[in-house]
């Protein structure tokens, strides 16, 4: 961290991580419709994704989040209707800040109930806008309640995924602060005191 500033790191990161959403996302949606083309249920990485980024970072998961519905889309070959649904309705991942603001990133962070609400709350307001959007271009309400069905195995994909993720020292942490206990941390550890 010496070498590069903040606003350095945090474009890198944000960088390698929409990297790895946008591949996720397109290998696995295209994996899904050439080996399972007959099957309701999707498996997407995206919201895992999407609850890690807000978690480090804040609204900048917005990025992740329309990134996320354009890879799906590109992988499929969806019509610009459904670049606009999966898009614009990926962003209303970003509800789950609402929770973020009222308990902080570290109470969410080291409770697993509330690990798996925020998940939740993420994958709920995904599939909300996706419904929402969908409406908009005159698709019906059983359309809206098929994103919830459709996407169920997602849901439990990245609970598990986040629950793991929160057993790796700084992943599913604000990196801000994250930054700051580690340098924290090896200052302690080089103190003088530490070598009497």
Not at 52 to 60: A, D, H, Q, S, Y
Not at 88 to 110: P, T
């Amino acid at each position: 961290m010496n070498n590069i500033s903040f606003k350095q790191y945090r474009a890198i990161d944000l960088g390698i991580l929409a990297v790895i959403l946008v591949a996720a996302e397109m290998i696995t949606a295209k994996a899904a419709s050439s080996w399972f083309p007959a099957e309701l249920y999707m498996l997407s990485p995206a919201i895992a994704l999407i609850c890690i980024v807000m978690m480090r970072w804040g609204g900048f998961a917005a990025i992740h989040a329309a990134a996320g519905g354009a890879a799906y889309c590109l992988a499929l070959g969806a019509s610009a209707e459904q670049f606009a649904i999966y898009c614009a309705g990926n962003c209303f991942a970003l509800i789950s800040l609402i929770l973020i603001k009222a308990l902080g990133k570290q109470k969410i962070r080291d409770s697993v109930v509330l690990t798996i609400v925020y998940t939740a709350l993420t994958y709920i307001g995904t599939e909300l806008g996706r419904g929402l959007v969908s409406l908009i271009f005159g698709m019906t309400i059983d359309s809206m309640l098929a994103f919830f069905v459709t996407d169920s195995l997602s849901l439990a994909f990245a609970v598990v995924v986040v629950l793991i993720s929160r057993r790796v020292d700084g992943l599913f942490e604000d990196q801000k602060a994250y930054l700051i206990r580690t340098e924290s941390e090896r200052r302690r550890a080089q103190s003088p005191d530490n070598f009497e």
